[in-house]
């Protein structure tokens, strides 16, 4: 069964970091994309960050550039997103998702999923 797991998410302060991590399970990430992807209340989900099979990187929004850093670890079958200098407004649950080899702007482009991992940002 073909899985993504996040997790890493919770509760910290303007100003601070956080890493989520994307585990996969039953299939090895070496031939996929995996973006990042959130959602908050009453907003549409949006791209945040994606990296290629080949280590590529893509900045998917232009509000979170230079703040967030995704990496991958093939050997763990996990990709990370280090998350700094967080804001009230990057508040919301963050979802990974897998596709073949490419990064891919639009979410229905990606095939698989994962529950999602809430962060908040709040003093």
């Known amino acids: 069964q073909l899985q993504l797991v996040e997790s890493g998410g919770g509760l910290v302060q303007p100003g601070g970091s956080l890493r989520l991590s994307c585990a996969a399970s039953g299939f090895t990430l070496d031939y996929y994309a995996i973006g990042w992807f959130r959602q908050a209340p009453g907003k549409e989900r949006e791209g945040v960050s994606c990296?290629?099979?080949?280590?590529?990187?893509?900045e998917l929004a232009d509000s979170t550039k230079g703040r967030f850093t995704i990496s991958r670890d093939n050997a763990k079958n996990t990709v990370y997103l280090q998350m700094n200098s967080l804001k009230p407004e990057d508040t919301g649950i963050y979802y990974c998702?897998?596709?073949?080899?490419?990064?891919?702007?639009?979410?229905?482009?990606?095939?698989?999923w994962g529950q999602g991992t809430q962060v908040t940002v709040s003093s």
């Open positions: 990296i290629s099979s080949a280590g590529g990187m893509s």
């Open positions: 998702a897998a596709r073949t080899r490419w990064c891919n702007t639009y979410s229905s482009q990606y095939d698989y």
